[in-house]
């Protein structure tokens, strides 16, 4: 593999050969290598843009638990990429949340530890790192909710954060609430019938709309349905989009470039994972799927997964998110009796020595994933974490946007989509 270090603004404005056969992406995706600290492997965790940083928060490691903390990694300087862990206490463990970024300030909403769901929303000040929450009492706070979406809408001075779907009280929801930043009031919306309760979905908000893509519905199945949310009148409407449709999915990610929804990844069943990409183009109502699913080299051989699937320390015999919860009881989520919590030693399946590239690796594509993040500077979209298997990353991955590119289609079978 290639490996070259660039200056960040030298990345931003890189040329695109835009006549290079660009259904493999490899010219496009750079892996991201750093050494020094760096935060544990996770998926469904929440992450966010700011100041040209990624700054992610909490996440799940199915083998180890709910986790902790606030990293940032900084992109400003290609030489000197590295992450940062922010002194940050009193927050605990938590995933599935969600957050948003409004005048350097991270905005986190809800989220779960594993047994029970939050209704609590923090403020962190990332210049000072001064933290508080939203009193508990306050008017039209949500119930606690995990697996939902949370997007950023600005308007007419008026900024806000909106929160759709998720789990409540171990069911899944379609309820909508939002959030004003500027009074910290809640407030439950009332539209009309729009998408079924799901969770694991994807949200972007273009113009006055908000675009709400994928998830599980209430039996736990992949869905693939498409819906867009009027923010001036709140009534939703079904998008019934030409081209290369997506197949149901949930637990991808959806980010906007120009007039385009980007979605990566996802799982479209069990064991199921992919990292083919689409992106939807709001103006002209159509799909494209520009990088069909590619298959990336595993860390490991097939012969040491199969020994780690069989393991006595096998994640399929742990206490894991939506797998051993089981029902309520005073309105929270209790560990199912039938699946314990053992005490085994550890052993990681992708662990393995610190990789002597450092830098930006240019032709390395991310392996299929769903719970990971995504976020988008400029022209350049970030993929960070999330699970194959079962098993997470704590990976970072950059993937160089061309409007021409991601507007057509790569060379790909249409019967496989």
């Known amino acids: 593999?290639?490996?070259?270090?660039?200056?960040?603004?030298?990345?931003?404005?890189?040329?695109?050969?835009?006549?290079?056969?660009?259904?493999?992406?490899?010219?496009?995706?750079?892996?991201?290598?750093?050494?020094?600290?760096?935060?544990?492997?996770?998926?469904?965790?929440?992450?966010?843009?700011?100041?040209?940083?990624?700054?992610?928060?909490?996440?799940?490691?199915?083998?180890?638990?709910?986790?902790?903390?606030?990293?940032?990694?900084?992109?400003?300087?290609?030489?000197?990429?590295?992450?940062?862990?922010?002194?940050?206490?009193?927050?605990?463990?938590?995933?599935?949340?969600?957050?948003?970024?409004?005048?350097?300030?991270?905005?986190?909403?809800?989220?779960?530890?594993?047994?029970?769901?939050?209704?609590?929303?923090?403020?962190?000040?990332?210049?000072?790192?001064?933290?508080?929450?939203?009193?508990?009492?306050?008017?039209?706070?949500?119930?606690?909710?995990?697996?939902?979406?949370?997007?950023?809408?600005?308007?007419?001075?008026?900024?806000?954060?909106?929160?759709?779907?998720?789990?409540?009280?171990?069911?899944?929801?379609?309820?909508?609430?939002?959030?004003?930043?500027?009074?910290?009031?809640?407030?439950?919306?009332?539209?009309?019938?729009?998408?079924?309760?799901?969770?694991?979905?994807?949200?972007?908000?273009?113009?006055?709309?908000?675009?709400?893509?994928?998830?599980?519905?209430g039996e736990g199945e992949q869905i693939g349905d498409f819906w867009k949310l009027n923010l001036n009148t709140y009534n939703w409407q079904s998008i019934q989009a030409g081209g290369q449709i997506p197949a149901a999915r949930s637990g991808h990610s959806a980010i906007v470039y120009s007039d385009l929804m980007v979605i990566f990844g996802g799982t479209k069943c069990v064991n199921r994972e992919t990292n083919e990409m689409f992106s939807y183009s709001f103006e002209n109502n159509m799909w494209v799927r520009f990088q069909d699913e590619q298959q990336v080299k595993d860390p490991v051989s097939a012969a040491q997964l199969e020994e780690f699937k069989h393991s006595e320390t096998s994640p399929h015999r742990r206490h894991t998110l939506n797998i051993a919860i089981g029902p309520k009881k005073d309105g929270k989520k209790e560990a199912s009796p039938t699946i314990e919590r053992f005490a085994m030693k550890k052993k990681l399946l992708y662990d393995g020595p610190p990789s002597p590239v450092k830098g930006r690796v240019k032709g390395n594509a991310p392996h299929q994933r769903d719970g990971h993040s995504a976020v988008i500077d400029g022209n350049i979209m970030y993929i960070f974490g999330g699970d194959r298997h079962q098993m997470p990353f704590n990976d970072i991955y950059a993937y160089r946007l061309s409007k021409d590119i991601i507007s057509r289609p790569g060379e790909i079978d249409l019967k496989t989509s």
């Open 1 to 217: 593999m290639e490996n070259r270090n660039l200056r960040y603004q030298d990345f931003l404005t890189l040329k695109v050969d835009t006549k290079h056969k660009h259904n493999n992406g490899e010219f496009l995706w750079e892996e991201v290598k750093t050494a020094g600290p760096h935060p544990s492997r996770r998926s469904y965790h929440s992450s966010v843009m700011w100041n040209h940083k990624m700054v992610i928060s909490g996440g799940q490691d199915l083998r180890e638990g709910t986790q902790s903390g606030i990293w940032v990694f900084d992109f400003n300087s290609m030489d000197e990429e590295h992450w940062e862990e922010l002194n940050i206490i009193g927050i605990g463990v938590f995933c599935r949340h969600s957050s948003v970024i409004y005048r350097d300030n991270l905005y986190i909403f809800g989220g779960t530890d594993g047994i029970n769901e939050f209704d609590t929303t923090w403020i962190i000040d990332l210049n000072t790192l001064q933290t508080r929450k939203l009193d508990p009492q306050t008017l039209g706070l949500p119930p606690p909710l995990d697996s939902h979406t949370a997007t950023l809408y600005e308007k007419d001075g008026l900024s806000q954060m909106v929160v759709f779907g998720g789990f409540k009280y171990s069911e899944r929801t379609n309820d909508l609430y939002i959030l004003n930043l500027s009074s910290l009031e809640w407030r439950k919306i009332s539209t009309n019938n729009g998408p079924e309760p799901r969770s694991n979905h994807s949200a972007v908000i273009y113009n006055d709309f908000l675009f709400i893509f994928g998830g599980l519905n």
